[in-house]
């Protein structure tokens, strides 16, 4: 039994008790008032009821987003089941994108080969540069030499022409001392020995005049020879400094060549790296326990 019963029967019978004292004291009475009895009745229990309407909702959200396209080909969960952080959830079939890698593969490894053309056309063309400037070196040594020898011969003909006015001074004084012989001859001033002497010394004159002209004709043809190699030489200089010029662009286009199919090549790398971790990404696992 309850303490809160024995406390009510406690006071009912408390009250009891009193009401039979009090009947007791007014039996002796003749004017005995009524007397209405009042029953206790239980307090009923209240219960409190609330009547409410909800939706149970997550601690926390997450969407599943596969970062690379394509069929599923194999789902290992249903809806409902638990999983835990980084168990396998769906497989994506690789097959399109192996194709694709490969497909990229064969893109940079042309590519990479272009590269290597392309550094074997720089070396080419530094080569050629190379071989343009030791043929201009030439031609300019060679145009030097033939200026300093049209120097030379234009010496020599200097002194050949020095030469021949000698000679030719020579030759004036023989055949005044020839025609002085013959006069003294006529005279008798002079033997017929001494006036072939006179005589032989202007042969001996003009031959030495023929001579020396014979040597400035060389020399002035020296001259001539050496002038126009010189203009040949001055020609193929020009020509050599043009293929300086021709080579060096070749160069410097060469090099632009690199380094576009090296960018190239470091592009489709690139896609080829992203290609690949795309196919590593097929598998798509839980991001939380859940």
Do not use: H
């Not at 071989?131 to 011969?153: E, F, I, N, Y």
């Not at 055949?175 to 032989?200: G, H, P």
Request: no cysteine; net charge positive; glycine share 4%.
């Amino acid at each position: 039994m309850s303490k809160r019963k024995k406390i009510i029967i406690s006071a009912i019978a408390i009250v009891l008790l009193i009401l039979a004292i009090i009947g007791g004291i007014l039996g002796t009475r003749k004017d005995v008032p009524e007397v209405s009895v009042i029953k206790l009745q239980r307090k009923p229990k209240l219960i409190s009821t609330v009547i409410a309407s909800g939706e149970i909702r997550p601690i926390q959200f997450i969407n599943l987003t596969s970062e690379v396209q394509g069929r599923i080909e194999e789902i290992y969960v249903k809806e409902g089941d638990q999983v835990k952080k980084g168990q396998p959830l769906v497989r994506l079939d690789p097959t399109q994108l192996k194709y694709n890698a490969e497909a990229q593969l064969a893109s940079l490894q042309a590519a990479q080969a272009e590269v290597q053309v392309a550094r074997s056309q720089v070396l080419a063309a530094q080569n050629q540069l190379s071989q343009a400037q030791q043929a201009l070196a030439a031609a300019q040594a060679s145009m030097d030499a033939g200026l300093q020898q049209v120097a030379t011969a234009r010496q020599q003909v200097a002194t050949a022409q020095t030469d021949v006015d000698r000679a030719q001074v020579e030759v004036n004084a023989a055949k005044r001392e020839l025609k002085r012989a013959e006069e003294l001859l006529e005279n008798n001033v002079i033997s017929k020995s001494e006036y072939d002497q006179a005589r032989d010394r202007l042969a001996t004159a003009e031959a030495s005049l023929r001579n020396a002209e014979a040597r400035l004709r060389a020399q002035q043809i020296a001259v001539n020879e050496a002038e126009v190699r010189v203009k040949e030489l001055k020609a193929r200089v020009a020509q050599q400094e043009i293929a300086v010029r021709d080579a060096k662009r070749a160069v410097e286009t060469a090099n632009l060549n690199a380094e576009s199919s090296q960018k190239r090549a470091e592009q489709q790398a690139a896609v080829f790296q992203s290609q690949k971790s795309q196919r590593d990404k097929t598998l798509q696992l839980a991001p939380i326990n859940g």
